[in-house]
């Protein structure tokens, strides 16, 4: 079992930057790969960035290249996410999970509890 808690949601002007944090506790918490999905109203859970659990690999959704930066640090079992240049489209609810697997299918074993960024024009 893995716990998951998302922070450092917020409300943000276009073009401002927010870094959300995603604190990983319980059992092998270090050995997943790790991903942020988000979800705007109506629109279908889309995964916006992966890292594997070594932090070697990584992969972004074109919508978020050259945007948003994903990272971890195993030693404090935090994963994070980076996003600059926000946009309005931007807005979603963001959770952080713990990936079943690397790559497509994109599919998370664990699940935070979500946390809102929403960027105003």
């Known amino acids: 079992q893995v716990q998951l808690v998302e922070s450092g949601g917020g409300l943000v002007q276009t073009g401002g930057s927010l870094r959300l944090s995603c604190a990983a506790s319980?059992?092998?918490?270090?050995?997943?790969?790790m991903g942020w999905f988000r979800q705007a109203p109506g629109k279908e859970r889309e995964l916006v960035a992966a890292?594997?659990?070594?932090?070697?690999?990584?992969y972004y959704v074109a919508s978020v290249k050259d945007r948003f930066t994903i990272t971890r640090d195993n030693t404090e079992s935090t994963v994070y996410l980076q996003m600059n240049s926000l946009k309005p489209e931007d807005t979603a609810e963001y959770y952080c999970?713990?990936?079943?697997?690397?790559?497509?299918?994109?599919?998370?074993?664990?699940w935070g509890q979500g946390t809102q960024v929403t960027i105003s024009s």
């Open positions: 319980g059992r092998a918490a270090n050995a997943y790969n």
């Open positions: 999970a713990a990936l079943g697997r690397w790559g497509k299918p994109w599919s998370s074993d664990y």
């Open positions: 890292i594997d659990w070594r932090g070697s690999s990584t």
